[in-house]
């Protein structure tokens, strides 16, 4: 088994090391979509207007200081929460590779939740795509979710860039493996 630390293809400064099986190769690397961001980041601004809105109304009560204060913490506390959510949305990550494929999902900072299933006891794979609206490239998002043989339980990869794009090139793979182990 070798381990993998920021493949060349795919290399970026927070890409942790994982293990990967002999001869293994990864071919596609998938993130959350980028559209959905955008509403979640929406919905931050939203909760924290009415924070800085009762900041600015109590201006009269404060000092020039601490009214400062009130801001930069106000500031802080902002970016804090945002690049929390931003971590957490950007590392998940769902890996292709010639063999299998691996869903690693971010819970906590610190928690990680890896699941994977051999590219052979692949079932079924389901999508759910949000409307007519799916056609357009910037909202070709949704839900991904793969049944395997051996499990019980299943891959879930939500908010899936082009996930009708993915299952078919889950089952080219499928294919080509059937194929190999064939000949």
Not at 32 to 50: D, N
Not at 68 to 88: P, R, S
Not at 133 to 150: C, K, M, P, Q
Request: net charge positive.
């Amino acid at each position: 088994m070798k381990i993998l630390c920021a493949p060349v293809k795919y290399s970026h400064p927070l890409y942790f090391c994982m293990k990967l099986r002999d001869n293994e190769k990864i071919l596609k690397v998938y993130r959350h979509h980028y559209t959905p961001f955008i509403w979640i980041s929406l919905k931050i601004i939203a909760c924290f207007v009415p924070l800085y809105l009762f900041i600015y109304v109590s201006k009269s009560f404060l000092s020039p200081m601490n009214y400062f204060w009130f801001n930069v913490g106000f500031f802080i506390l902002f970016c804090l929460v945002f690049l929390y959510i931003a971590f957490m949305y950007w590392m998940d990550r769902f890996m292709i590779t010639d063999q299998r494929v691996i869903f690693s999902d971010y819970k906590f900072i610190t928690v990680r939740q890896e699941s994977q299933a051999s590219i052979k006891d692949i079932q079924d794979i389901t999508t759910k795509e949000n409307g007519v609206f799916s056609r357009l490239r910037w909202l070709d998002y949704g839900l991904l979710r793969i049944e395997t043989a051996a499990s019980v339980s299943s891959i879930i990869f939500d908010n899936a860039p082009d996930p009708e794009g993915i299952r078919h090139y889950i089952f080219e793979i499928r294919k080509s493996y059937k194929d190999k182990k064939n000949d």
